[in-house]
């Protein structure tokens, strides 16, 4: 299994504002995912973030909006810009090991006002 | 376009019932994950089935994946009030590395 950390747990934003999520792996992972769930909702994968590439976007979900970072095999960063009310949701990072198991770091969530 | 139809969405049941939560599809993965969260914190994955008609045994949760890894079943068997939260079923392509989820189960366990 892998031990992932992720920061901040929780911010209040501005809206108009952009927010940088951190997430740090304790081990070498090659693909690292960004979700999005609203509370008590199932998870929405924003895009699939991979070493060395751009970051790839599902549906709905754009470079602009969410830019990704993934400098090195442990970390990835998501930025949440110019942020709305409806932006408002737990964002999740995970890596997949093995039969694409995912472990999940314990989230952050953004309230935008 | 792959989907996972999980049900119930929303499951309150007393202290020492049985229960069962479903999850349907009518895509094949290649392997099929259950996973549990409780507030303010990420998934955690139960475990990963990968055969079809495989059963997996966690103490007193069952876990089911159809003979033609399309559909998957999570009994539990005597529920406690630790067993309270969101159940999310997850279908793996081997591919892409990705996870499909299903909407989740809310499960309330009252003493």
């Known amino acids: 299994s892998a031990v992932i950390s992720q920061k901040p747990s929780r911010d209040i934003c501005q809206r108009g504002t952009s927010l940088t999520i951190q997430c740090q792996v304790d081990?070498?992972?090659?693909?690292m995912f960004w979700y999005r769930q609203q509370p008590g909702q199932s998870l929405t994968l924003i895009a699939t973030?991979?070493?060395?590439?751009?970051?790839?976007?599902e549906s709905g979900f754009v470079i602009d909006k969410f830019p990704i970072s993934r400098p090195n095999l442990t970390f990835s960063t998501l930025t949440v810009s110019n942020m709305s009310p409806e932006d408002s949701s737990i964002y999740l990072c995970?890596?997949?090991?093995?039969?694409?198991?995912?472990?999940f770091g314990q989230g952050t969530r953004l309230t935008v006002v | 376009t792959q989907l996972l139809e999980q049900s119930p969405q929303f499951l309150s049941i007393q202290e020492g019932e049985n229960l069962t939560v479903y999850c349907n599809s009518s895509?094949?993965?290649?392997?099929l994950q259950w996973y549990r969260q409780e507030p303010g914190e990420g998934p955690v994955l139960l475990v990963t089935?990968?055969?079809?008609?495989e059963v997996k045994k966690l103490k007193r949760l069952t876990f089911q994946f159809g003979d033609a890894r399309k559909d998957s079943s999570l009994h539990i068997t005597a529920a406690q009030p630790g067993d309270t939260g969101l159940y999310l079923c997850?279908?793996?392509?081997?591919?892409?590395?990705?996870?499909?989820f299903g909407q989740g189960t809310t499960l309330q366990v009252k003493p």
């Open positions: 995970s890596v997949a090991q093995g039969y694409t198991e995912a472990f």
């Open positions: 081990s070498q992972v090659t693909m």
């Open positions: 973030a991979n070493q060395g590439s751009e970051a790839t976007y």
């Open positions: 895509s094949v993965f290649s392997s």
């Open positions: 089935v990968v055969t079809g008609g």
């Open positions: 997850a279908g793996g392509s081997s591919n892409t590395g990705k996870l499909i």
